[in-house]
C-alpha cells in the first residue's frame, strides 16, 4: 500500500525544513507520494521536484490557498459568521498561472505580518518603534528576508525566543488567535474564487482540515456542504479526532459525494505532534484525491 501525504509545508511559508529537507525526511518516512503545499505561494516546487526525482518520491504539485466565506444558518447576531478557511491545490498543471494569481495574497501576508508586529509592540512596550523593529527584524530573519512569506507562526517563535511568551501556543493563545489582540486577518479571494482558480490550473480543490475552524459540528457540516457546493472536489480527513467527530464528517463527505484526502499538516520543528506520513486512513467506500490525479507524472519529468 502506497503511504501518501497530501498536505505539507516547508521554509517558503512557515514549515522549518527546505523543500530538499522535507523531500529527505519524506524518504526516511516511506512516503511513496507527497504534496507541498505552503501557504499562498509555490515557490517551493522546484526545488522540492528535484530532491523527490533524487529520491523517488512522486512529488504533486500543491499549495494551500487562504480564502474567505460566510457561513449562514445561525440565530440573531450570530446568523452569520465571517471565516478564513484553507484550501489545498493538489496536481495543478499551470505553476505560472497559480504562482500569479497568488502574488496578491502573498503581498497581502506582508502588510499583515508589519501590522501584527506593529500591535504587538503596542501591546508590549507602548508602541516602541525600536522594539517594533527589533521584532520585525527578527522574524525577517525567519524567513530568510521574504517579508511575503511570513506567517504567525513565523512571529510566535520569535515571542517564544525572546523569552515574552513559554512556548510558541502561548503566543498564539494570548496574542496571535483569531480575536486576539495582535491579530490582523488576512486579505483573501474567496473560497469559490478559490476553487475556481484551482479548477482554471487543473487542479482539484481540497477542502484543508475542516475540523480546525473552531465551528460547531452544524456549521463544520455547513461548511463542507458549502464547499462542495462550490464545486470543490474533496475533503481532508480529519487526524486525532474522536469517533463521533470522524463519523459525523464521513457523513458529510457521503452526502456530498466528495473525494477524500489525506495530509499531517507537516511544519516541521514548530509544530513537532504533526508527524510527517501520520495521516488519517480512508474508509473502505471512500475514494481518495490521488485516484483522480491526471499531471502525476509531470512532477518526475
Not at 523517488?56 to 504539485?61: D, F, K, S
Not at 486579505?187 to 484551482?198: F, K, R
Request: charged share 20%; with cysteine.
Amino acid at each position: 500500500m502506497q503511504k501518501i501525504d497530501l498536505h505539507t509545508h516547508s521554509t517558503c511559508s512557515d514549515g522549518t525544513n527546505t523543500p530538499s529537507e522535507l523531500m529527505a525526511l519524506a524518504a526516511k518516512a516511506g512516503i511513496d507520494m507527497l504534496a507541498l503545499t505552503d501557504h499562498d505561494t509555490v515557490d517551493g516546487i522546484d526545488e522540492a521536484k528535484q530532491a523527490a526525482k533524487a529520491l523517488g518520491i512522486r512529488l504533486i504539485h500543491g499549495v494551500e490557498i487562504s480564502c474567505s466565506h460566510t457561513l449562514l444558518g445561525g440565530y440573531g447576531k450570530y446568523q452569520k459568521i465571517d471565516k478564513i478557511i484553507h484550501v489545498v491545490a493538489l496536481d495543478f498543471a499551470d505553476v505560472s498561472k497559480m504562482n500569479a494569481t497568488l502574488q496578491a495574497l502573498q503581498d497581502a501576508r506582508h502588510r499583515r505580518g508589519e501590522q501584527m508586529v506593529a500591535r504587538l509592540a503596542q501591546l508590549l512596550a507602548g508602541g516602541d518603534d525600536g522594539f517594533a523593529d527589533m521584532l520585525w527584524q527578527a522574524v525577517l530573519k525567519k524567513v530568510q528576508g521574504n517579508a511575503r512569506a511570513v506567517g504567525r507562526a513565523h512571529i510566535a517563535q520569535v515571542l517564544q525566543e525572546k523569552g515574552i511568551v513559554p512556548t510558541v501556543q502561548a503566543a498564539f493563545d494570548k496574542y496571535l488567535a483569531d480575536n486576539k489582540p495582535a491579530y490582523v486577518p488576512i486579505e483573501t479571494i474567496s473560497m469559490a474564487q478559490a476553487v475556481a482558480l484551482i479548477h482554471d490550473c487543473g487542479g482539484l480543490a481540497v477542502l484543508a482540515h475542516p475540523t480546525r475552524y473552531k465551528l460547531s459540528a452544524t456549521r463544520t457540516q455547513r461548511l463542507i456542504a458549502d464547499f462542495a457546493d462550490c464545486g470543490g472536489d474533496a475533503c481532508e480527513l480529519p487526524n486525532h479526532e474522536p469517533k463521533s467527530t470522524l463519523e459525523m464528517i464521513a457523513r458529510a463527505i457521503k452526502k456530498h459525494d466528495l473525494l477524500v484526502s489525506v495530509g499531517s499538516d507537516f511544519h516541521g520543528s514548530t509544530m513537532p505532534w504533526r508527524r510527517l506520513g501520520s495521516t488519517a486512513t480512508p474508509l473502505p467506500l471512500q475514494t481518495g484525491v490521488w485516484q483522480r490525479f491526471a499531471n502525476i507524472n509531470h512532477d518526475n519529468d
